[in-house]
């Protein structure tokens, strides 16, 4: 125990007086030990506790938080580019190499400062630009973007969209999202095991559109999850009431189709129906269908049209009418027109449409005249004997 601990005291030393800026830290960026160069390099602001985001500039650190998962997913090196707050209180850039080490949790890593030119460099510029646009997009949208690790931790939490559900950003940051929202998480789940999901969620009063992307290792292994949720409950609660309008528009019209095309029972076995105003195909097409399922659930045996309030027919209703009468006898029912005008009358012979195997009648009172003497010569006629 002397000697394991005389070892430890021995690699303290080392890391303390090396001349490199080297640096151990626990598995979340906290900070334990350092060496003099670094301490030297930094000031005041290096303390046990400080975290690498801490010493970071702010438009790094987004950077740094993402690559910082591949650290504590494995053992491989991750080289990390940005500019670090001096002691002399201006931001130098700085390249720092870390490694995790499985055994013990720590992280590993040494800073040094990047060489002019050096390809990190613009390396580093364009990430500072990606990261100033996707924050333009974070702080002006109504979106929460954010990212858990392999076991349901929250690592990222920021937007503007966090304050309609009563959040600030990072407030959920070391939260696990499964003890947070429950059997609400499920898609979560499926994005841990490797699948890209896209969804609807109602959370916190709020209706989320999310996107949850896996971000897996090299070997396939699914690390942390990147989720992207924006709030659409004003157009949700806009589609919901519009959808509440259409239906309530197509209830009106299926009452004013009933109206315009009534089917009348008006004796057993009599069906009538009175058409008024301007009929066209369409209407036309719906009165048939009406009519036709009407005789054979009510198994009537007449149906009467009535045509006494229609002021203009043209070659397709005429059409549709004399299909219609047609459709009624393949039913066995006995389809009468009655009412027609004079002028719906002379338009039918100007077409040279064929009613001579339809009976017809002047009104509405002829036509079930003829119905009712119908009956009754049936009702009349004697029965033959067994």
């Known amino acids: 125990m002397t000697e394991a601990n005389g070892s430890l005291g021995s690699l303290d030393d080392f890391i303390a007086h090396s001349t490199e800026m080297l640096f151990v830290a626990r598995g979340d960026g906290a900070l334990l030990r350092w060496s003099d160069a670094l301490g030297q390099a930094v000031g005041p602001a290096l303390a046990r506790g400080t975290t690498l985001t801490d010493l970071f500039h702010p438009e790094d650190r987004c950077t740094l938080t993402t690559r910082w998962e591949q650290v504590r997913g494995g053992t491989a090196p991750v080289e990390l580019h940005g500019r670090i707050l001096s002691a002399e209180q201006r931001y130098r850039p700085l390249s720092c190499v870390v490694r995790g080490a499985r055994t013990d949790g720590l992280v590993y890593g040494s800073f040094r400062d990047a060489p002019?030119?050096?390809?990190?460099?613009g390396e580093l510029a364009r990430l500072r630009e990606r990261d100033r646009i996707l924050g333009a997009l974070i702080n002006a949208l109504p979106i929460a973007v954010w990212a858990i690790d392999a076991d349901g931790t929250y690592t990222y939490h920021d937007g503007k969209g966090l304050a309609a559900a009563g959040h600030r950003p990072g407030q959920l940051v070391g939260q696990n999202i499964f003890e947070l929202y429950g059997a609400m998480a499920g898609g979560i789940e499926r994005a841990l095991a490797g699948e890209a999901v896209h969804g609807l969620s109602e959370v916190h009063g709020c209706v989320w559109e999310s996107w949850m992307v896996p971000l897996s290792e090299a070997a396939g292994h699914v690390r942390s999850v990147v989720g992207f949720s924006l709030d659409v409950t004003e157009g949700q609660r806009a589609h919901e009431a519009l959808q509440t309008?259409?239906?309530v528009i197509e209830a009106q019209q299926r009452v004013i189709r009933e109206l315009a095309a009534p089917i009348i029972e008006v004796w057993d076995g009599v069906?009538?129906?009175p058409m008024i105003g301007?009929?066209?195909?369409?209407?036309?097409?719906?009165?048939m269908e009406s009519l036709l399922e009407a005789i054979s659930n009510r198994s009537a045996r007449f149906a009467v049209l009535d045509l006494t309030g229609v002021q203009v027919v043209d070659t397709k209703v005429a059409d549709?009418?004399?299909?219609?009468?047609r459709a009624i006898q393949l039913l066995g029912a006995e389809g009468i027109i009655c009412g027609i005008r004079p002028n719906v009358a002379q338009t039918m012979v100007a077409l040279?449409?064929?009613l001579s195997a339809i009976v017809t009648k002047a009104n509405l009172r002829a036509g079930l005249t003829h119905c009712m003497q119908r009956l009754s010569r049936r009702s009349a006629a004697p029965r033959s004997s067994p």
Do not use: F, M, N
Not at 116 to 121: E, N, V
Not at 278 to 287: H, I, L, Q
């Open 352 to 354: 040279g449409l064929d």
């Open 116 to 121: 002019p030119g050096d390809g990190a460099q």
């Open 245 to 247: 309008k259409l239906d």
């Open 278 to 287: 301007v009929v066209d195909s369409a209407r036309t097409a719906e009165a």
């Open 320 to 325: 549709h009418l004399i299909k219609l009468v």
């Open 271 to 273: 069906l009538a129906l």
